[in-house]
């Protein structure tokens, strides 16, 4: 029988350590949607033309996303959360005015889609 050679154990390399994501700085005033493509165009270093092309595929991905035929939902992960809601037909009903006990006729109301926009834990965090 041959003997097992001991083989010595490598040595554990450090494990390079996550630098913490560094805060953005805060912006003072509301940017316009020129003012925003200039502001990612630079942070990013990308072309301003390449950001408003990325900005429209971001906007036709929600509207395709909430549409009807669509997810009804979309996530921009760690920021935003938009949702639909059905909200289904009401019928004209009586009932009692609350503010001066007249009874009156509450109109009917149509079938309508709510949009909701709920923000995630990075934008409540921001926030804080």
């Known amino acids: ?3 097992a ?3 010595a154990p490598k040595a554990a390399k450090p494990k390079a350590e996550k630098a913490a994501p560094k805060a953005p700085k805060p912006i003072k005033e509301v940017m316009t949607k020129s003012a925003l493509v200039q502001h990612l165009a630079e942070t990013s270093g ?3 033309k390449d950001v ?3 900005m429209a595929a971001l906007d036709g991905a929600i ?3 909430v549409n009807k035929k669509g997810a009804g939902a979309f996530v921009l992960p760690g920021v935003l959360k938009i949702t639909t809601q059905h909200v289904p037909a ?3 009903r009586k009932g009692i005015n609350p503010f ?3 009874e009156t006729t509450f109109k009917a109301k149509p079938a309508t889609v709510k949009t909701k926009v709920r923000p995630l ?3 409540k965090d921001a926030a804080v």
């Open 90 to 92: 009401t019928k004209a």
């Open 52 to 54: 408003k092309a990325v």
């Open 1 to 3: 029988m041959a003997k």
């Open 46 to 48: 990308v072309a301003s």
């Open 63 to 65: 509207l395709a996303s």
């Open 121 to 123: 834990k990075r934008l």
């Open 5 to 7: 050679k001991k083989v």
């Open 100 to 102: 001066t006990g007249e």
